[in-house]
């Protein structure tokens, strides 16, 4: 393993910040202590990257163009080299990553995995040619992927449960939290007889964090669980959703949807949420009509960028034996797929669906 800056810290018995301004020569450092500090950190065989170096003299002399600021490498994995744009969720993550990482005075840009048909190996190669030494790895498209990218050169954090091996420090939302949110509001709001729908795939991704909650809180909070779960191996099938309601009666469904998802379910004769409220595990937006979980992946991707700037400047690279994921809570969005609070609903009639 690389030496980093927390390891000369603690031979110097100093904070890693301070261990940071000696190595960079701040002169509000005492001579003696930075020169201390530069002797530990030479005879450890430390050295500050140049990367870095490059990044502070910038900040020093309030430098603020993009073309000078220092690359970090938004690495995606999908089919095709943008289809990771399709969906809300993984545009706002990128976007409050890119935000957040400018912020800090680097520059996020995104690497397809794919292109050309390169191997990870040549991958690897091109990103170090270019000065790139941190990788944020966006969610991948299929459970249990595995890449073998040169990691020892990389500083990484990955977003999202989805990458198989190795496995890295991450970011998520807390689904377990999410579904237990989701299932008080709907039982705050009368439901009784609650339905889950979900996808096998997506089920796994999450190690099952959303059936266990699932579970638990229709037990505490004293829901009706008769209702047999939807499951299905592919994301959406809106003709079958449509008849295991009707056939099974569920006053609430809990399931990943989409707002033009919940249009083709009205377009099929259901009334939402006159005859079925519909609660979605992954609300794109606030103030979208569907209700359910804001998952703020502006939020996570800014988390993440932040992790990984403070591993880049401590030169922390390679596979972590103690991989650590950092969860996020989600938040109700009210919408317009369940019914109203009485408070709320004193006010006035339900809205149509949008």
């Not at 603020?64 to 970090?72: D, E, K, S």
């Not at 399709?86 to 800090?104: D, K, Q, T, V």
């Not at 705050?188 to 089920?203: C, E, K, S």
């Not at 009210?334 to 006035?348: F, I, N, Q, Y």
Request: a positive charge; one cysteine or more.
């Amino acid at each position: 393993m690389p030496i980093t800056m927390k390891d000369v810290a603690a031979r110097a018995k100093t904070s890693v910040a301070t261990v940071s301004k000696c190595l960079r020569g701040v002169p509000t450092i005492p001579a003696s202590t930075r020169e201390r500090v530069n002797r530990i950190a030479q005879q450890m065989g430390y050295r500050l990257h140049p990367y870095i170096s490059a990044l502070m003299r910038n900040r020093r002399k309030r430098r603020a163009a993009v073309a000078q600021a220092p690359t970090l490498a938004y690495v995606t994995a999908f089919p095709t080299e943008n289809g990771w744009q399709r969906e809300m969720f993984f545009r706002s993550l990128y976007a409050g990553a890119r935000h957040r990482a400018e912020a800090r005075g680097y520059v996020l840009q995104p690497f397809w995995l794919y292109r050309d048909d390169m191997t990870n190996e040549r991958f690897s190669e091109i990103l170090w040619a270019r000065g790139i030494r941190g990788m944020l790895l966006s969610p991948f498209p299929r459970l249990g992927m595995e890449i073998h990218l040169q990691w020892e050169h990389f500083s990484v954090v990955a977003h999202g449960l989805s990458l198989a091996h190795p496995v890295f420090h991450r970011t998520s939302n807390d689904h377990y939290q999410s579904m237990m949110l989701v299932m008080a509001e709907c039982r705050r709001r009368g439901y009784t007889r609650p339905g889950f729908a979900l996808d096998v795939p997506t089920g796994e991704r999450l190690e099952f964090r959303w059936e266990a909650a699932y579970r638990v809180s229709g037990e505490k909070l004293g829901f009706k669980m008769s209702v047999p779960p939807l499951m299905t191996s592919t994301r959406w099938e809106p003709e079958r959703m449509c008849k295991w309601i009707k056939r099974e009666k569920p006053d609430v469904v809990i399931t990943l949807m989409l707002e033009d998802q919940v249009r083709e379910l009205t377009k099929r004769g259901l009334r939402i949420p006159e005859d079925v409220g519909l609660a979605s595990l992954s609300v794109s937006q606030p103030g979208s009509p569907l209700s359910g979980v804001l998952q703020n992946p502006s939020a996570m991707g800014a988390v993440a960028v932040e992790q990984l700037i403070n591993m880049v400047e401590r030169n922390e690279t390679g596979v972590p034996e103690d991989p650590i994921t950092l969860t996020l809570s989600g938040r109700w969005n009210p919408g317009r797929t369940v019914r109203k609070l009485a408070a709320e609903a004193s006010e006035g009639g339900l809205p149509a669906p949008g």
